[in-house]
């Protein structure tokens, strides 16, 4: 059985702002523990000579020439901004004063 | 915001042996961004250069920009790095409104370069070598303007504004392993090593090496071990220290700030800190151990990278003369004396001096015009001088004056014209009539009637007084309207007085 607590599950819950209820943590707590414990699985399978990879096509050095291509309109690239203010994005106050 | 207790610099070193560490970051003058092809241009109107790709939309698919592969490792190559055959981009998870995907694209465990180092010289003539641990690629962010509150800053404000022109643009972060033993030179030291990367980047065509446009942005990490201890002492990073000599206050500032804590039993917490121009002071931002939790994973949208041998050994072809070994050429190349080169290399002059000589202008005089007068005329304009005139224009300056067409006064005059636009030397000294008069006709003429206006001088000349012959000289060059050589007027003036009836 895997090691996944409560507590780290509310913690990643935070890092990528979502918000759980006590009872989703409790069950996400689970999933998440049988996830790690069927991919742990894949590890015995894997013998020291299989490198590690990210990605399963054998493809490298995929490149784009620099060359320029047009862009969204400030229109477009704003049309789903929940608020802007003139051309820009306008964000909720970041720090809290100190 | 309550100013922070410093110690005294020297006393602190007494204390303390500050441990340094540099990231700095260079930003890449492609003409695209680093995964989309939107335009990398400074000042543009706000959000014109975004696209799915950069601003994080769904659906949005990144392509790795081949030429800012080639300038990361030309740059690498140029800070003695090892260039990585296998590498890759990953995943640096984190919120902040300035990065619209809600993660940086950066790399992670296999950067493009590194173990490199490079030895800076400071004004002492030490040299120290600063190991570069690796440098490697990521995608700028957008840019904040906070609004409302007292000071514009971060801290206070009611809201902020994003462009996200920046977004996505190519950077190369350089990070330097800790450096030890800088003692006093500490703040020097950061001082000329961000110096030494931004010539680095100039002089290899890789970025525009402005500071002020943050081209090149230094994080300054400080950390102070007790004398007598092994222990590291907790570092702070300060954030975005943008100009040369930021970089010196900022280190001489947090040795000073964490001596005060130290020495008064408190504890550094490991945070990063903003510096602020104009008050010269840091001050705390985001503590250190929450942020970090970033979930670094490699990216799955973009392939590894395997840059060839062969293109690497390519690429190390490209790479230009060092700038440091360079200096060291062109200084005893021209002669020039220590402070006499630091100003043209202070003042950003040292292409636009070399090119001069080039066109086959001395270096003394290329060095005088360009420091001085050209100099001193683009200051009041807000100019840069390189802009002002060509190397060759002022090459063909610098001749006549050496042929004695112009005197340097006429020669100021014509530098004018040229600046205007009104042609080259040659031809401003045509249509404004700037030519020495060298006909010793016309000047004879002009003195013996200058002579003759003022016997009361003409006879002290010839009872010997010759400092009296300034008043005849004086109207002499007002009568030619400056265009004479007044070491040429003088002799005349001695021999006209003696045989003048």
Request: hydrophobic share 40%.
């Amino acid at each position: 059985m895997s090691e996944i607590t409560a507590e780290q599950v509310a913690h990643l819950a935070y890092l990528a702002r979502i918000d759980l209820s006590p009872l989703e943590i409790t069950s996400l707590t689970h999933d998440l523990g049988q996830i790690v414990d069927s991919i742990a699985k894949v590890s015995e399978v894997a013998t020291a000579d299989t490198p590690a990879t990210s990605h399963p096509m054998p493809l490298t050095n995929v490149f784009r020439e620099d060359v320029v291509v047009p862009s969204l309109t400030v229109e477009q690239a704003l049309s789903g901004a929940p608020d802007r203010a003139g051309d820009k994005f306008r964000v909720p106050a970041i720090l809290d004063e100190e | 915001m309550a100013k922070a207790e410093l110690m005294d610099f020297d006393k602190a070193l007494e204390l303390f042996e500050p441990v340094l560490g540099f990231e700095v970051h260079v930003e890449l003058n492609t003409k695209t961004k680093m995964f989309c092809g939107c335009a990398n241009e400074f000042g543009s109107g706000a959000n014109t250069n975004t696209c799915p790709t950069c601003l994080g939309l769904p659906g949005g698919l990144p392509q790795v920009n081949k030429k800012a592969i080639e300038s990361s490792i030309r740059l690498g190559l140029a800070l003695g790095c090892e260039i990585a055959e296998h590498s890759r981009f990953a995943r640096k998870n984190y919120f902040y409104p300035d990065t619209a995907k809600n993660f940086q694209t950066s790399q992670y465990d296999d950067p493009i370069c590194h173990d490199g180092s490079i030895t800076i010289e400071l004004e002492s003539g030490r040299l120290v070598t600063v190991e570069i641990e690796r440098a490697h690629m990521e995608d700028d962010a957008g840019k904040l303007t906070h609004m409302g509150g007292a000071t514009g800053r971060i801290q206070g404000a009611d809201y902020s504004l994003v462009d996200y022109n920046r977004g996505g643009v190519p950077l190369v972060e350089i990070v330097t392993q800790m450096i030890e033993g800088a003692e006093h030179d500490a703040p020097e030291i950061g001082k000329t090593y961000v110096a030494a990367i931004r010539e680095i980047a100039k002089a290899l065509g890789v970025s525009n090496a402005r500071m002020e446009e943050g081209n090149v942005r230094c994080d300054a990490n400080v950390s102070l071990r007790p004398r007598g201890s092994n222990v590291l002492g907790t570092r702070t990073e300060t954030k975005n220290v943008n100009s040369l000599r930021s970089v010196e206050r900022a280190v001489r500032y947090e040795i000073q700030r964490q001596a005060a804590v130290l020495a008064g039993g408190g504890t550094i917490t490991q945070e990063t800190r903003h510096w602020h121009e104009d008050t010269g002071i840091t001050s705390a931002g985001r503590p250190k151990s929450d942020a970090d939790d970033y979930r670094y994973f490699p990216e799955p949208d973009l392939l590894p990278m395997a840059p060839s041998r062969e293109w690497v050994e390519e690429l190390r072809l490209t790479l230009p003369e060092p700038p440091a070994a360079r200096r060291k050429r062109l200084q005893a190349a021209w002669g020039f004396a220590n402070l006499e080169f630091q100003d043209v290399v202070n003042s950003d002059l040292l292409d636009a001096v070399e090119a001069t000589v080039a066109a086959g202008a001395s270096a003394q005089a290329a060095r005088k015009w360009w420091t001085g007068e050209i100099a001193r005329l683009a200051n009041a304009a807000g100019v840069a001088a390189d802009s002002l005139v060509t190397p060759a224009q002022l090459a063909a300056l610098i001749e006549l004056v050496e042929a004695g067409t112009l005197t340097d006064r006429l020669a100021r005059q014509v530098l004018e014209g040229v600046i205007a636009g009104e042609g080259t030397p040659a031809e401003v000294v045509d249509s404004r009539g700037l030519a020495v008069v060298s006909d010793d006709g016309a000047l004879i003429a002009a003195i013996d009637a200058a002579l003759l206006g003022q016997p009361d001088v003409l006879a002290k000349i010839r009872d010997g007084k010759v400092q009296a012959a300034g008043a005849v000289i004086g109207a002499v060059m007002k009568a030619m309207r400056g265009q004479a050589d007044a070491a040429r007027v003088r002799e005349l003036v001695l021999e006209r007085a003696a045989t003048i009836e």
